[in-house]
């Protein structure tokens, strides 16, 4: 089959998680900094500098809804520990079968969830390395499947191409596999059915208990690599242009470009403009452009709370939008 197209389960595991990332085409992998890093790079978590909580609304398409709840404290000596639950939810839908194919007047419901726990830490000033360990889980109506994954990211900041001279403005440059775990198989009352052995036969017992057997399906394998460049860095504002390379396990590669420019408000906090496209190259995408914003105010002790918005378009599916609200202390 020609990119395995329609071959893992739990597809919602490639919906990117917060607005920074999504509105930058979702070129992050080597940009993420903050709770999001629990989805885009688990080692992009080391570089969170004070306890954060992050919460994300994800209206997507078809009256579909997303959210994610995200937090991570910092342990001295250790590293940084981060958690973050993702729900999907598909609302209600008719009951149909062969019969009642205009409905039998029941409703299902069926839901995603991922729970993921991630650990990060910096070896040195200029590499830090991440894991997640994640348990995800499927549900329609009576039947469900289970499956154990693990993400693992670096990230690494050179020197190179460093527009200020300072080490710290070089190109950074990370990496990260994301769902690599076990097979799903569904599982519940849903897929039993008696069954008559022998239809045409009279006399024999016509209805033995019978099961159907569901194929394990992957999940989705997704390999990212990518590269930030900070052309622009002075005391009030800073410029970043992003560029990912993904490769999945049931689609075609493809890349992502995003920019970000984030200004310094003296005494208030950072404002951001972020933009860019996604899925390059990709065979017959229906992605598009994407763009946002972000505030981030600042508050008693360098506290801080943020709100970040983000458009996606995703060409006849409609256009979505993103949510985040996040609070350091």
Request: with cysteine.
């Amino acid at each position: 089959m020609i990119n395995r197209y329609g071959t893992t389960a739990a597809n919602f595991l490639e919906i990117g998680v917060g607005s920074d990332g999504s509105a930058m085409g979702e070129a992050f992998v080597a940009v993420t900094s903050g709770i999001s890093s629990i989805y885009w790079n688990p080692a992009g978590l080391a570089n969170l500098e004070r306890s954060t909580v992050a919460f994300m609304m994800h209206p997507w398409i078809v009256d579909i809804n997303m959210l994610f709840t995200g937090g991570a404290f910092i342990v001295p000596g250790v590293g940084n520990i981060g958690f973050g639950i993702t729900q999907m939810d598909y609302g209600e839908m008719p009951v149909t079968t062969l019969e009642y194919q205009e409905g039998t007047g029941e409703n299902f419901t069926a839901s995603d969830m991922a729970a993921t726990l991630t650990f990060s830490r910096k070896i040195v000033s200029w590499f830090a390395f991440g894991s997640s360990l994640k348990y995800i889980r499927s549900n329609i109506w009576h039947s469900s499947a289970n499956s154990f994954a693990v993400d693992l990211g670096v990230l690494v900041n050179t020197k190179f191409f460093s527009f200020t001279g300072n080490d710290k403005d070089g190109m950074n440059i990370g990496m990260s596999i994301s769902n690599y775990g076990t097979r799903m198989r569904f599982d519940g009352i849903d897929i039993y059915q008696p069954v008559d052995i022998s239809e045409y036969e009279e006399g024999n017992y016509g209805d033995v208990a019978g099961q159907f057997r569901p194929s394990e399906w992957e999940l989705p394998l997704i390999f990212r690599i990518g590269i930030a460049l900070k052309p622009i860095v002075n005391n009030f504002s800073r410029v970043t242009v992003a560029v990912d390379a993904l490769h999945p396990n049931n689609n075609s590669e493809s890349i992502n470009v995003g920019c970000s420019m984030d200004n310094n408000i003296p005494g208030f906090g950072m404002f951001s403009l972020r933009g860019g496209v996604k899925a390059l190259y990709m065979d017959s995408p229906q992605y598009g452009y994407t763009g946002g914003l972000g505030l981030e105010m600042f508050y008693i002790g360098n506290r801080s709370l943020s709100i970040d918005y983000a458009y996606k378009s995703m060409g006849i599916l409609g256009d979505v939008h993103v949510y985040t609200v996040g609070f350091s202390f």
